[in-house]
């Protein structure tokens, strides 16, 4: 069963390698889409040297969790914002977090002030990495900068004269400070299976441990791999 189970891998490998080969003799799709998909395909085909986890060792992981808890205030990550820390326990391993409300109920800012709680204010930074579909890299960058020094972006943007609250000065020097924090900023177009292959290049190469999308409807359907299901 093992000889046949590994004969079927290498197929599936042969297979994947002649789909990508096919793909770039076409050119149909950029050089990027092809290099996604066949990283996605590639990834997800089935290992079966996988590693069991039992039960006394779960136990095990799970009561250390709340040990630490104890000490913390929470079992995940710390959000930086108590009423979320307590509900939800912190941000949970393998998790997923909607923010849903109306327009302009500040969904995003909220998401942002967490990634920079995290990965800027705690002592012990998180790497994390914001997808923005909406956003430009420098518009949030900049807004984190702003933030942490104590300025308007609104006031900024207006180009306030002789206003404490738009002095460009203050947020370069922050900037200094806050460009040095493992905060990844994405802001290209995504389908499912290229988001899914950036994010496991972020965690592969820059250890991230949280991923935050703005936003989930903006994401281009992949037709080929069915992913709109």
Not at 85 to 91: E, H, N, S
Not at 135 to 162: C, D, M, P, W
Not at 163 to 180: E, F, G, I, Q, T
Not at 194 to 216: E, M, N, P, T, Y
Request: charged share 25%.
């Amino acid at each position: 069963i093992d000889i046949v189970r590994e004969k079927q891998h290498l197929r599936q490998i042969i297979e994947n390698a002649r789909e990508a080969e096919r793909a770039a003799f076409e050119q149909s799709e950029s050089a990027e889409t092809i290099r996604s998909k066949t990283e996605y395909a590639f990834a997800s085909l089935e290992s079966h040297k996988r590693a069991e986890k039992t039960l006394a060792s779960a136990l095990k992981t799970q009561i250390e969790r709340w040990e630490v808890a104890k000490k913390t205030g929470c079992a995940g990550i710390p959000t930086g914002f108590n009423i979320l820390d307590t509900y939800f326990g912190g941000l949970m391993e393998g998790a997923v977090y909607y923010f849903s409300g109306q327009a302009g109920s500040c969904k995003t800012t909220l998401m942002r002030n967490i990634l920079e709680n995290i990965s800027g204010y705690r002592e012990n930074k998180v790497p994390s990495a914001l997808f923005s579909l909406e956003q430009t890299t420098e518009q949030i960058a900049g807004s984190i900068a702003a933030r942490h020094a104590k300025q308007s972006v609104y006031h900024l943007n207006s180009g306030l004269k002789n206003d404490k609250y738009a002095d460009v000065r203050k947020v370069a020097l922050s900037a200094c400070h806050v460009s040095k924090w493992p905060i990844h900023i994405i802001d290209q177009p995504q389908t499912p299976t290229s988001l899914w292959s950036a994010c496991r290049r972020l965690v592969s190469k820059h250890g991230v441990r949280v991923i935050a999308l703005d936003f989930l409807q903006r994401i281009s359907s992949d037709q080929r791999y069915k992913s709109d299901e």
